[in-house]
């Protein structure tokens, strides 16, 4: 066991000064995945920053018809919430798919965001790992890689995000809110994910020493009508191979507007802005939603055993348009 300081705040401003004041000091929520990667020995924290009962918990409706969602909002309470479940249905389907619900009763919404790579090279800290030790090598590409990215790689690290949540809310354009000594800053979801490039180490462009104090779903009457599934090597408890939140609106037979993000093949949340802007003004027909997953697929580059992923997505795009524009694949 490594030697580490506990500290709970009683407010955001003294939880910001206390990550200030110590290189190495981690927050603290639910702790389903800081806890676990102290446990390898891949995170060693100098202090945790225990938040849990920070007023950040509250789930509401925005005044311009969105909803905000505290970020030590439990991922159980964050489910249920009839907001949520009314206005944004993706968004309850992917966090019920995302864990058992023991581990939803404890895990929180914002550190759903800053969960790390379930990667094997990445969770064994005998082994070389750019995201965990920049310089080292990624092993990963000439190794075990057959559910590691095949969109939004680099070189340097083909890691995938392994967010359910994180899904839909690049499928709708959330907002992630935080603070740091610096003061407020609202970061769209687009932005908060970055491409690993040559600084595999760096998941998010949180501001050093920032916490999550909320996420912002903004208004969208197409949300309310979507949906998100998930493909996995089992059938419960597992991370996905591929997974998909997506909302149409179809009128007169042409799809009107469309939202597409994918889950587990890229680094981030894969918004499929491709795939959307080849079916706006489009008929709604399987042969559409086919081109427009090809449309979208064409930047993939699988490794040697990761390229099942293309046709399963290509699949999953397909019949997942099909079910909402009730169209038979």
């Known amino acids: 066991m490594r030697e580490f300081a506990y500290r709970v705040p009683d407010s955001v401003d003294a939880a910001i000064a206390l990550l200030a004041d110590r290189d190495g000091a981690r927050i603290l929520a639910g702790g389903t995945n800081l806890v676990d990667l102290m446990k390898l020995d891949v995170e060693r924290p100098t202090a945790l920053v225990d938040i849990a009962d920070l007023p950040l918990e509250e789930i509401a409706a925005t005044d311009d018809g969105g909803v905000r969602i505290g970020a030590t909002a439990r991922n159980s309470d964050l489910a249920a919430h009839p907001l949520v479940r009314e206005r944004y249905p993706a968004v309850t389907q992917a966090v019920v798919a995302g864990a058992s619900g023991q581990l939803r009763n404890q895990a929180t919404a914002g550190g759903n965001l800053l969960q790390r790579t379930r990667c094997v090279y990445f969770t ?79 998941d998010t462009t949180l501001p050093p020493g920032a916490l999550i104090t909320a996420i912002t779903l903004p208004p969208s009457p197409l949300a309310a009508g979507s949906t998100y599934r998930k493909v996995r090597e089992r059938a419960s408890y597992a991370f996905a191979i591929g997974s998909i939140a997506a909302a149409v609106d179809v009128r007169d037979g042409i799809v009107r507007d469309v939202r597409i993000a994918l889950g587990a093949v890229a680094p981030m949340p894969w918004r499929a802005r491709a795939a959307e802007q080849a079916l706006v003004g489009r008929p709604a027909t399987v042969d559409s939603f086919r081109t427009a997953a090809h449309a979208e697929l064409d930047a993939a580059r699988p490794l040697r055993d990761n390229a099942f992923k293309i046709p399963l997505v290509r699949n999953l795009i397909v019949r997942t348009l099909a079910e909402l524009s009730g169209v038979d694949a």
């Open 124 to 202: 064994d800290a005998t082994k070389p790992c750019n995201k965990r030790d920049p310089g080292s090598g990624c092993p990963a590409r000439d190794g075990e890689h057959h559910n590691l990215a095949v969109l939004g790689a680099s070189d340097h690290c083909v890691a995938t995000n392994p967010s359910d949540f994180a899904v839909p809310l690049a499928a709708f354009d959330a907002v992630v809110h935080a603070r740091s000594r610096d003061g407020d800053h609202a970061i769209p979801i687009a932005d908060f994910f970055r491409s690993p490039g040559d600084q595999p180490q760096r």
